[in-house]
Each structure stands twice: as structure tokens, then as C-alpha cells.
């Protein structure tokens, strides 16, 4: 069974790991820029919709906000894995003991389980036709505290990857 070492061999040795090392500076720079607009679209959007989860700005309809917010925060997200798969590409082998890489991945992972979660729950599928009940608020205040928990500690654990 393959392991996590050959999975970044093979990203690494792949096309998409020669372009990103062969193709210039800039192709990495503007990749990287475009890693940091998709957590800076991704988290400005679902930050909003979490304080809203948990309280703040309890006058502005929850459905109003995430009509806004959902597609913002779905984009930013689309945008931070495409080109994150591209900056791990370009030297993925140098990241395979670096455990800020795993506390990243199960961070992201465990934040998009919270989103399926949210958007599972009936309070959340019911926003725009009815307030949540006082144990729907509590479920959402959770989930929207689980959210920013699970996002704060993606970002930090990236940022921390270099430092490694």
C-alpha cells in the first residue's frame, strides 16, 4: 500500500511539480498570491457567518449574510486548494516529516465536515423561512465556534510550515 512519502514523490516528480520549479519565480509568486487571496476570500467570508453563529450581529438575518458570505467563502476555498496543490507540488518530499502539514490537512478536513454538518442541520436548511429554536442557536453557535477553531488552526499550521 502506497504511503504518504510516495504520494509526494509522485506530486513532486509530476508535471504540475516540474512546472511549478522549471517555469520561473514568478509562476510561484503569483501562485503563492493566489493562495493567500483564496484563505484571505475563505476565511474574511466564513469568519462573518461564525460571529453570526455565535452571536454578534443577531439583528442581521443569518439568511442575508450567507447568501453573501457561502459563495465568497466557496470560491476562496476552490481557489486555496488548487494553488496550494500547487505550491506542495513544487517540493512536496521536503514537506513528508514537517507535521504542521498534517495538523493543516486534518484542520481542513475537519472544517469541511462542520460545513456538511451546518448545512445538514435544519436550522441551517430553514434560515430563510424560520428563526432556530434556543437548542438550534446553541448547535449553530457550536458549529460556527467549530469553524473557527478548525480554520484559524488551518491558517496557523500553514504559516508555520515554512518554519519548519
Given at each position: ?28 509568486a ?5 493562495h493567500?487571496?483564496?484563505?484571505a476570500?475563505l ?11 455565535l ?6 438575518p443569518?439568511?442575508v ?8 467563502a ?9 494553488s ?7 517540493k512536496?518530499?521536503e514537506?513528508?516529516g514537517?507535521?504542521?502539514l498534517?495538523?493543516k490537512?486534518q484542520?481542513i478536513?475537519?472544517g469541511?465536515?462542520?460545513v456538511?454538518?451546518?448545512s445538514?442541520?435544519p436550522?441551517?436548511r ?5 428563526e432556530?429554536s ?15 477553531a478548525?480554520?484559524l488552526?488551518?491558517?496557523?499550521a500553514g ?6
Amino acid at each position: 500500500m502506497p504511503d504518504v512519502r510516495d504520494f509526494m514523490a509522485w506530486l513532486q516528480a509530476s508535471p504540475l511539480g516540474h512546472f511549478m520549479r522549471e517555469s520561473g519565480v514568478w509562476t510561484y509568486a503569483l501562485v503563492n498570491l493566489s493562495h493567500i487571496l483564496g484563505i484571505a476570500a475563505l476565511f474574511g467570508a466564513i469568519v462573518i457567518v461564525d460571529l453570526r453563529l455565535l452571536g454578534v450581529w443577531r439583528r442581521l438575518p443569518l439568511a442575508v449574510l450567507a447568501e453573501a458570505a457561502a459563495p465568497v467563502a466557496a470560491c476562496g476555498f476552490l481557489l486555496a486548494a488548487a494553488s496550494g496543490v500547487g505550491l506542495l507540488a513544487t517540493k512536496a518530499t521536503e514537506y513528508t516529516g514537517n507535521p504542521f502539514l498534517y495538523v493543516k490537512f486534518q484542520a481542513i478536513a475537519l472544517g469541511l465536515l462542520n460545513v456538511l454538518a451546518l448545512s445538514l442541520s435544519p436550522a441551517w436548511r430553514d434560515r430563510r423561512t424560520r428563526e432556530p429554536s434556543a437548542r438550534e442557536t446553541h448547535q449553530l453557535a457550536l458549529m460556527g465556534g467549530t469553524s473557527l477553531a478548525c480554520w484559524l488552526a488551518a491558517m496557523g499550521a500553514g504559516r508555520l510550515i515554512a518554519y519548519w
